[in-house]
């Protein structure tokens, strides 16, 4: 199995190491090597969950040959697009996330969707309105405030290619804002097949793949960290 791999350096102070092609499979690191050693383990945990949901599960357990074919250094711009010190932050865009997505991918990317929003109400549930709401030091939000976020970046993924529902029609309570933008998200995702589309916005591109990319990743990291919060 060939894992052709991406790497970001300086996510929030840490690299990322991304397995192309298996949204939802990555690691970090405090280096870009670091974050490729601890992606090892990554893939084994990322075969084993796609065994646990799918009875017929499409990544072959044999030992995997990881290819890294790139990396990308974040950086940060003004409104002027040139280089500053704070400013937005570009993420990675890889080669890879030009190609277009077929309908295969598009039908396991729907399945890996599914099961990290599974896992997401899973680590929630039981959860009163005082648990959602408990502030944890050091963070920037509550659990309450995680789920707002999850749902408010596929938004934002969304209206990087002009997918997304209006921005007045989106809910402020955390659980109706995260089944409303991921049924557009589904729907969106469901038409793509073979676009070529990329878009450049606000200082870098976007695309279907990266599209599908961060949204698996964003919610399996937030679901890990509200795991951790939970129980530290």
């Known amino acids: ?75 940060t711009i ?61 963070e920037r939000w509550s659990i309450a405030g995680i789920l707002k976020h999850v749902g408010g970046a596929e938004w934002w993924y969304l209206d990087r290619l002009s997918l997304a529902p209006p921005r007045q029609e989106v809910p402020e309570t955390p659980f109706e804002r995260l089944e409303m933008v991921r049924t557009h998200l589904e729907k969106a995702l469901s038409g793509l097949a073979g676009s070529q589309q990329v878009v450049g916005i606000d200082g870098e591109f976007w695309s279907p793949r990266k599209l599908l990319r961060r949204a698996v990743w964003h919610e399996r990291d937030h679901t890990l960290h509200i795991r951790k919060l939970l129980n530290p």
């Not at 601890?38 to 990544?59: C, K, T, V």
């Not at 309908?103 to 959602?132: F, H, M, N, T, Y």
Request: one cysteine or more.
């Open 78 to 138: 003004d409104e002027a697009y040139e280089l500053a010190a704070e400013g937005y932050e570009v993420n990675a865009w890889f080669r890879f996330d030009w190609k277009a997505l077929s309908e295969q991918e598009i039908e396991r990317g729907l399945k890996l969707l599914a099961w990290s929003r599974a896992a997401l109400l899973d680590s929630v549930r039981g959860l009163g309105q005082a648990g959602l709401e408990t502030r944890y030091p050091g």
């Open 1 to 75: 199995m060939l894992l052709r791999i991406g790497i970001e350096n300086g996510v929030e102070g840490r690299s990322l190491a991304w397995a192309l092609g298996y949204p939802g499979c990555f690691a970090y690191g405090r280096s870009g090597e670091e974050a490729l050693d601890n992606l090892e383990f990554a893939i084994q945990e990322y075969i084993d969950w796609i065994a646990s949901n799918d009875m017929q599960p499409w990544l072959n357990p044999t030992e995997p040959e990881i290819q890294v074919e790139e990396t990308w250094e974040v950086y």
